[in-house]
C-alpha cells in the first residue's frame, strides 16, 4: 500500500493565457492579458491601453497550443498525467464579456480539449478564471468594480458549466484570488479583476469593494455549479506564501498574524460563508463603505466552496520594527516589513526555496477549514540548457520537485492532512505571469521560444519529464 490514496490526482496545471496563444483565433476577443508587454526580473510589465505595434506581447502566442494541442496532450498522456488543470478563456466564449450568446467556435475549442484529454484517461480540472477577464468588461465597466461584471462572469460560469457539465468533475472559480491583497503592484488588481486604481483613490477601499463583488461571483458560481450537476466537486483557489514571525519576539508573532489576514481574507470568506471579525472590524474603523445588496449574506453562505485549492512556491518573514520599501519586498510577498529568511536559498528570481513551508501550509490550512486540499501549482522557475547529445538536465528542478513532494506525503502520512493532488505549475515551459519571460521555465518538457518569442517551438522532454513519470506510476513511493 501506497502512503497516498490510489485516487490521488497527479497531474500538471496551465493556464489558458499562458500557453494557448492564438489570441486572435476562433473568434477570441482581447483578454486583460492581451494587452501586458514582456518584462523581466526587476522590471515590471507594461498594461498598455491598446495593443501597440512596436510591442511585444507573449501572451499572444503563448507557446501556441491552440494548434499544437494533440501533440501536447500525447506528451502528458505519456507522462502518466492523471489529470490536467487548466482554465478556459472567458474571452473565447464571450469575446466581449457582455454578449448574450456565448461564441460556438471557442466552446468547441475546449469540447476538443476535453475529448482529447480524456482520450488519454487524464482528468481534466477547470478553472474559470485565471486572470483572463475579458478587456472590454476592464475598460468599460472598471472590471469587479462593477456589479454588472458579476452577472457577466456567472453568465459565462453556467455556460461552460451545461456544455461540459458530463465530461469535467472538478472546477474552482478564480485563480490566486487573494494574491490582488498586495494593492502595491498593478497587475495583481488589473489580472484577478480588471481594475486599475486612480491616484486619488484609497487602494485599500477599492480592493474590498472589488473583494465583495468577486466573492459573491464566486460564491454564484458555486451554487449554479452544484444546481447544474451536483456531483461536481468545485473549490476556490488561493495563492499561499505563509509569512513566518522573524523571531519569537511576541511583536513579531502579533505581527505575523495579523499579516496573515492577507493570505486569509479571501478564503475566510469563500469556506466559512461570512465575513470574519477583523474584517468588519478593519471596515469600521477606517469608514469602509463597502456596498453590499440585499441578499449578499444568504448567496455568501450558500455558495461555499468544497476544497481548497492552493500555489506554493515560497515562503516570507515579517519582523516588527522593520520599515524596508514594497518595491524591494515583491519578491517576498509585497510586504512593507519582510525580510530575507537567514535559513532558506532563493531562486534566481528571488523567490525563497522552502520545501517545509509547504508542509506548514499543508497543516495551517487543513486545521483552519477541515476541507480537502488540493495543490494546483508548485515548481521551480529557472532557465535550462541543453547538453552536447541533445538532452536536458535540469537536475535543480527535480531536487526542487523532490522535496516539495516529500514535504506533502509528509502532510498526508504524519499529520493527517486530506490531500487531493499534486498538479506542478507550468508543465510545459509557458510564459511567465509575473514577469512575461519565456526563459523562466517550470516545464518538464522544454519549448523552443525565447523571450523576444523567436524559437521553433518544438518540444522536448527534460529530465524530469522521466522522472516525474516515475513518481506517478509508484504513486510517490519512488522519488
Ligand atoms: C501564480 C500564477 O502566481 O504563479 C501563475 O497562478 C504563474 O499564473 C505562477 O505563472 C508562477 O509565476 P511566474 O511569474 O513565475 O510565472
Known amino acids: ?36 508587454t514582456a518584462g523581466e526580473h526587476g522590471k515590471a510589465r507594461e498594461i498598455t491601453e491598446t495593443i501597440e505595434d512596436d510591442k511585444f506581447y507573449p501572451n499572444h502566442d503563448g507557446i501556441d497550443f491552440y494548434n499544437r494541442y494533440k501533440e501536447d496532450i500525447a506528451l502528458f498522456g505519456e507522462m502518466g498525467l492523471k489529470c490536467l488543470r487548466t482554465s478556459i478563456a472567458w474571452t473565447r466564449i464571450f469575446p466581449n464579456g457582455d454578449e448574450t450568446e456565448p461564441n460556438e467556435e471557442g466552446l468547441q475549442f475546449y469540447d476538443n480539449i476535453i475529448d482529447e484529454l480524456l482520450k488519454y484517461n487524464i482528468e481534466p480540472v477547470l478553472t474559470l478564471s485565471h486572470f483572463e477577464m475579458p478587456l472590454h468588461l476592464a475598460r468599460e465597466y472598471g472590471g469587479f468594480r462593477n456589479r454588472k461584471v458579476v452577472d457577466y462572469f456567472v453568465r459565462f460560469a453556467e455556460t461552460v458549466f451545461n456544455r461540459y457539465k458530463d465530461k469535467v468533475k472538478y472546477w474552482m472559480t478564480f485563480n490566486e484570488i487573494n494574491n490582488q491583497m498586495d494593492t502595491s503592484n498593478p497587475i495583481f488588481l488589473w489580472t484577478n479583476s480588471g481594475v ?57 508573532i502579533m505581527e505575523a498574524e495579523i499579516a496573515n489576514r492577507l493570505r486569509f481574507f479571501f478564503p475566510d470568506v469563500q469556506v466559512r460563508g461570512y465575513y470574519p471579525g477583523y474584517a468588519l472590524k478593519m471596515f469600521e474603523k477606517n469608514g469602509y463603505d463597502i456596498k453590499w445588496q440585499e441578499g449578499d449574506d444568504e448567496i455568501l453562505k450558500n455558495g461555499t466552496v ?105 502532510a498526508v502520512d504524519e499529520d493527517g492532512v486530506d490531500l487531493m493532488g499534486y498538479t506542478p505549475w507550468g508543465i510545459i515551459d509557458i510564459v511567465s505571469f509575473t514577469t512575461g519571460e519565456m526563459k523562466k521555465r517550470y516545464g518538464l518538457i522544454h519549448v523552443d521560444r525565447d523571450n523576444e518569442g523567436n524559437g521553433t517551438l518544438k518540444r522536448t522532454k527534460k529530465n524530469s519529464f522521466y522522472w516525474f513519470n516515475n513518481v506517478i506510476k509508484t504513486n510517490g513511493e519512488e522519488l
Open 196 to 252: 486599475t486604481l486612480a491616484e486619488d483613490e484609497d487602494p485599500e477601499e477599492v480592493l474590498y469593494q472589488v473583494a465583495h463583488n468577486e466573492l459573491i461571483a464566486s460564491a454564484l458560481a458555486v451554487s449554479k455549479g452544484k444546481e447544474i450537476n451536483s456531483d461536481f466537486i468545485i473549490g476556490n483557489m488561493i495563492s499561499h506564501v505563509p509569512i513566518y514571525p522573524y523571531s519569537c519576539n511576541p511583536n513579531d
Open 1 to 36: 500500500m501506497t502512503k497516498l490514496d490510489k485516487n490521488f490526482l497527479w497531474g500538471g496545471a496551465l493556464a489558458a493565457n499562458q500557453f494557448e496563444g492564438g489570441y486572435d483565433q476562433g473568434g477570441k476577443g482581447l483578454s486583460v492579458h492581451d494587452v501586458m
Open 306 to 410: 468544497e476544497y481548497i485549492a492552493f500555489s506554493y512556491y515560497m515562503s516570507t518573514v515579517v519582523k516588527h520594527d522593520e520599515v524596508t520599501s514594497v518595491e524591494d519586498n515583491v519578491v517576498n510577498g509585497g510586504l512593507p516589513n519582510s525580510v530575507k529568511n537567514p535559513y532558506i536559498k532563493e531562486s534566481q528570481w528571488g523567490w525563497a526555496i522552502d520545501p517545509v513551508g509547504l508542509r506548514y501550509t499543508l497543516n495551517v490550512l487543513y486545521n483552519r477549514y477541515q476541507l480537502p486540499l488540493f495543490i494546483v501549482e508548485n515548481g521551480f522557475g529557472t532557465t535550462d540548457e541543453f547538453k552536447e547529445d541533445g538532452t536536458i538536465d535540469d537536475q535543480e528542478r527535480i531536487d526542487y520537485l523532490r522535496e516539495h513532494i516529500k514535504a506533502s506525503i509528509q
